[in-house]
C-alpha cells in the first residue's frame, strides 16, 4: 500500500513549521543580542575617547602655557645678558676713560 501513494508532494506537519519560525526567532533574537552589545562597547569607548579628548584638550592647554612660560623666560635670560654685557661695556669705557 506505501508503494501506491505519490511521491511527488511532501507533507508539512505543522509542528515543523513551528520549529522553522521559532528558529528563525531564536536566530533574530541572537543577532539582536550581539548587536546591543556591540552597541553598548561602542557607547563605552566613544565615552573614554570624550575623556581622552578632553584629557589631551587639557593638555594642550598645558602645553601652551609652559610655552609661554619658557618664551617669557627666555626673554628675561637675554635682557638679563644684555644689562650685564652693557654694564661691563659701561665699565671699560669708564676704567679706559680714567687710565
Do not use: P
Given at each position: ?23 528563525i ?48 623666560a ?16 659701561v ?9
Amino acid at each position: 500500500m506505501q508503494e501506491d501513494r505519490c511521491k511527488f508532494f511532501h507533507w508539512v506537519d505543522e509542528d515543523d513549521e513551528d520549529k522553522y519560525e521559532r528558529n528563525i526567532l531564536l536566530e533574530v533574537m541572537t543577532e539582536n543580542n550581539m548587536l546591543l552589545r556591540e552597541n553598548r562597547e561602542l557607547k563605552v569607548a566613544q565615552a573614554l575617547l570624550k575623556c581622552k579628548k578632553y584629557d589631551c584638550a587639557r593638555d594642550d592647554l598645558k602645553l601652551l602655557e609652559l610655552e609661554e612660560k619658557l618664551r617669557k623666560a627666555k626673554w628675561e635670560a637675554f635682557m638679563y645678558n644684555f644689562v650685564l654685557l652693557f654694564v661691563m661695556f659701561v665699565g671699560v669705557l669708564y676704567s679706559m676713560s680714567n687710565a
